[in-house]
């Protein structure tokens, strides 16, 4: 079983960057497509990116295309998610989720199997 931890969060002042990491451990983390979920007080989890399991595809939502980047390295089981340009709104606890390999649409709560304890990520006017 795959066990995900993130860890990177805290607080910016908007306009600033933060960068997440998503560990891995148990299981072979290159078999499994990796996204990254968020949750605000009041509010259901929602997607924010995803990356297949080979790395070479990659997803986001629209509220943070082209200020968020999704990578990761195979080797070093772990996932990252590059967050620039912070605005209040991006405020949320940030989960990494693990899903299987040839699972259909990666933007959905169900493509994915195993969930880490989230990170919280502030970021203030």
């Known amino acids: 079983q795959v066990q995900p931890v993130e860890s990177g969060g805290g607080l910016v002042q908007a306009g600033g960057s933060l960068s997440l990491l998503c560990a891995a451990s148990?299981?072979?983390?290159?078999?499994?497509?990796i996204g990254w979920f968020r949750q605000a007080p009041g509010k259901e989890r929602g997607f924010v990116a995803a990356?297949?399991?080979?790395?070479?595809?990659?997803y986001y939502a629209d509220s943070v295309k082209g200020r968020f980047t999704i990578s990761r390295d195979n080797a070093k089981n772990t996932v990252y998610l590059q967050m620039n340009s912070l605005k209040p709104e991006d405020t949320a606890v940030y989960f990494c989720a693990v899903g299987r390999r040839f699972a259909g649409t990666l933007t959905g709560r169900p493509a994915y199997d195993f969930w880490g304890q989230g990170t919280q990520v502030t970021v203030s006017s």
């Open positions: 990356i297949r399991w080979s790395g070479g595809i990659t």
């Open positions: 148990g299981g072979t983390f290159s078999n499994y497509n």
